[in-house]
């Protein structure tokens, strides 16, 4: 590859996929440079340091996540999709989540007005269902990136600050259409996370493949509906 087209996104997308080959204990910028046909300084102009690009690719990695939390937050759903719309839903998008989820969502995006309980129990599947995905679908690189996320706390504190905004103002939304009641807010997404971190936390990735994870996640959701209504 000429150093002259080669960019960050393209430096994160082969980091990831060293990481998945090699794992973040072997994995180097080197190896980086390899897969991408250049020298490591090329590799260095863009992220300075091992440390900054190892952060910038997990902050790649769980934006997805706020990207396809984002969207419905924002109202916006794939026609026809309901919601819960299932397993297998994350969009691949690599931009921020948050103002931009609306350019993010494209053309072929419609925007709903959806109720609250529904709005927010469909964000909590999604997040669930993201994150499971990840961990089945991809284990080895799931493994590597929770690694990482011990080592790049500003990211990751960085990640949980956006996600509980996402739910403040889905709680918000509901509380002053009458449909929930929340002295503060975000005192009340912060307890809605917490209350479900067993369908979001790695830590219980193990437990995401029990036969009865789907009514235990439906159970919990509808005691957080239950505990917010009027």
Known sequence: ????????????EATE???RRYGPAKATVLDVARVLGVSHGSVYRHFRTKAALREAVTARWLSRTEVALARITEGARKPGAGPGAGPGTEPEAKAEAGPKAEAEAGPDVERVSEPGPEKLRDWLLTLFDTKRHKAGDDPELFATFSVLIDESSGVVDAHLTELTRQLTRIVEEGVRAGEFVAAD?????GAVFAATARFHDPAYAPEWRKPTIDDEFSAVCDLVLRGLRP
Request: charge should be negative.
């Open 17 to 19: 996929e060293v990481l």
């Open 1 to 12: 590859m000429a150093t002259e087209s080669l960019t960050s996104e393209r430096i994160l």
């Open 185 to 189: 807010p975000a005192t009340t997404a």
